[in-house]
């Protein structure tokens, strides 16, 4: 009896092991990197060395090289181009990409290990003239949602062709297609092919070299598309310079979310600082600075299902409810500044595209034409993307302070994005108001037998930031007018827990908020509240506590110093503890007179101001 009932359940297996041979024996391992991430430009603007240093897989890839002014004009002039006396020959962008070819590969995948890939190419599109010349990029997201979420199964990946603009010129080929746009239906002009993907018709057009430099230079209208990209969910956004998405038909709307394509289309033509024009935060003369900080959005592909809502509604969707609410607030208060707390990604519902949450994410803000910054938290890099990845992404978005440390890797020991902005007055920009820190907190202890719980900001991070200010920032801080320095970070520290005075024994520091939850500041303190001290912060801001919102003054350093919670915003993380409405914490800092205020608003209530108080 035995025997038969074990021979049966093999019987059952049988075609889960073949398909494992199967792919074990046919597939390769299929790389998790992919060609169209953005790259981390050299910045010339602001002289940051390290950043010039730091390459992105995709630079040596796409064939990037530097390109003399003299090379680019013998270029030109033995394919017999002129561009005209406007355009400027040297900020000509010979690596630009044009697209080429584009389709589908079909593959078998084994966990996240083993992916077995088939192409599908465009019957016609034939550009044999190209061939050598053209780099193949796989667009790593899983059209069908369906790879890293079952065991194995079937997944989909656009893939597209490019060469560029330097390698047509230097092999003279005159004649070819390249991607001009998408459509809903197949009506190709003059001069174009189209070509149906999934549910949308992809138009090439036939160019000459000179058609397209002459469309691709800043005078011209940007026809030829330059760089392709996959999103999902029907309430995706697209805020990067020069991409739009196309939302009037999903690419395909047939799999587990629907997804769409976005297309970039750059000038050729890219004068100093096209690519990375690095955001400083500027105060007119008068006005105090306003943050808006957005804790624990907890956003992910989709609209996603509403945790621990509060007061219920009917038919709550989380991502959508949180949007109304952020975008109210910031039509509210119309602040200087952004400060994104950490968690505002929700990893384990980004997994087949955490690139589609972030860009929502940040789009009211980049919309908006607010500096923004942003620490990452415990859940962010759960999903698609590495933590490092997702600094690379954040650098290059509009608007964005985000910045990386000379130390930050991608091993994450320093943490990745560990950096300071300051606030400069407009009518004299060498004129320092104001400093803020931005760490990165980690995620879960790693001793956890000795420390259990959540990980902390390391003693070299403090170390750095310290030195920072030792050996640059402090000879350009003022001494005879107010300075206000604040840092901002995901994990509480455990100041946070300093309730009872450390000075006036028996007697309480002062606390203006909610506390309804157990602190879940690390066991471990490695002494950062004492460096923030030394380097003048009045106030520290953080997230993580969804149900925690108030400011405490501890008196554990040697000045007194407010440590505070943003407060959950995101109807997608949880709440409870009772019931807890979701909301935004605001500060206001006057440079005249060093003022700080704090006040908060609530997802139901926007309108209302609460718990404001003067720090
Ligand atoms: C900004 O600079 C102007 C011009 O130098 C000066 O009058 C003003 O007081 C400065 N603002 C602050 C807040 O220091």
Redesign the pocket.
Same mark, same amino acid.
């Given at each position: 009896m035995v025997r038969s009932r074990l021979s049966k359940r093999y019987v059952r297996l049988l075609p889960l092991l073949v398909l494992v041979l199967y792919i074990l024996c046919m597939g390769y391992r299929h790389q998790r990197t992919s060609n169209v991430r953005p790259v981390i430009k050299n910045n010339k603007n602001n002289g940051n060395d390290y950043l010039s240093s730091i390459k992105s897989a995709s630079d040596s890839d796409s064939g990037s090289r530097t390109w003399q002014k003299d090379e680019i004009v013998g270029l030109l002039s033995s394919n017999h181009i002129d561009l005209g006396a406007n355009v400027d020959i040297q900020y000509l962008d010979m690596n630009q990409l044009v697209i080429t070819n584009l389709g589908i590969k079909k593959c078998h995948y084994l966990a996240t290990k083993f992916e077995r890939c088939s192409k599908t190419s465009m019957k016609g599109l034939s550009q044999p003239n190209l061939k050598g010349h053209t780099n193949e990029h796989d667009i790593k997201k899983d059209i069908r949602g369906s790879f890293g979420f079952d065991w194995f199964g079937k997944s989909e990946y656009l893939y597209f062709d490019t060469i560029t603009v330097g390698s047509l010129l230097q092999s003279q080929i005159n004649e070819f297609y390249v991607l001009t746009d998408v459509t809903d239906e197949s009506t190709p002009g003059k001069g174009q092919i189209a070509f149906k993907v999934y549910d949308l018709y992809f138009i090439f057009q036939k160019y000459s070299l000179k058609q397209l430099l002459d469309s691709g230079n800043n005078n011209g209208n940007h026809h030829f598309v330059s760089n392709v990209n996959v999103l999902f969910g029907t309430d995706c956004k697209d805020p990067r310079k020069d991409w739009t998405l196309y939302k009037s038909k999903p690419l395909s709307n047939h799999f587990k979310f629907p997804s769409y394509m976005s297309l970039e289309r750059a000038p050729l033509v890219k004068p100093p600082g096209y690519s990375d024009p690095r955001t400083k935060i500027l105060?007119p !003369?008068g006005k105090d600075l306003k943050i808006v900080q957005l804790a624990d959005l907890h956003m992910g592909v989709g609209e996603n299902k509403c945790i621990d809502e509060f007061p219920t509604t009917e038919n709550c969707h989380a991502d959508p409810k949180t949007f109304k609410f952020i975008n109210t607030v910031l039509d509210i208060e119309q602040p200087d500044l952004v400060v994104f707390t950490g968690d505002q990604i929700m990893g384990d519902r980004s997994i087949q595209d955490s690139e589609s949450t972030l860009l929502k994410v940040v789009a009211p803000v980049i919309e908006r034409q607010i500096p923004w910054a942003m620490v990452w938290g415990n859940h962010d890099d759960e999903g698609s993307l590495t933590r490092w990845e997702l600094s690379e992404l954040v650098y290059n978005l509009p608007f964005s302070l985000f910045k990386f440390s000379p130390f930050d890797t991608r091993d994450n020991s320093f943490g990745v994005g560990n950096y300071i902005q300051q606030v400069y007055?407009k009518?004299?920009p060498d !004129?320092v108001?104001m400093t803020f820190y931005f760490m990165d907190s980690h995620k879960y202890s790693k001793t956890g037998k000795l420390y259990p719980g959540y990980d902390w900001i390391k003693e070299k991070q403090w170390d750095y930031i310290k030195d920072v200010y030792e050996t640059n920032l402090y000879k350009d801080i003022p001494t005879d007018?107010p300075h206000i320095s604040m840092a901002f970070f995901h994990i509480p520290l455990p100041e946070y827990l300093d309730v009872d005075s450390k000075k006036r024994p028996g007697e309480q520091n002062t606390l203006v908020g909610s506390f309804k939850e157990g602190v879940t500041a690390p066991k471990y303190n490695s002494g950062g509240l004492k460096i923030l001290d030394d380097l003048g912060v009045q106030v520290t801001s953080c997230g993580h506590d969804h149900c925690n919102d108030y400011c405490l003054q501890t008196d554990s350093a040697r000045n007194p110093i407010w440590v505070c919670f943003g407060g959950g915003a995101g109807e997608g993380g949880y709440a409870g503890y009772g019931g807890t409405e979701r909301r935004i914490r605001m500060y206001d800092i006057n440079?005249?007179n060093g003022n700080i205020y704090t006040w908060k608003r609530l997802n139901g209530s926007p309108n209302d101001k609460f718990d404001q108080q003067q720090l």
């Open positions: 105060l !003369d007055n009518s004299n !004129d108001l007018k440079p005249r």
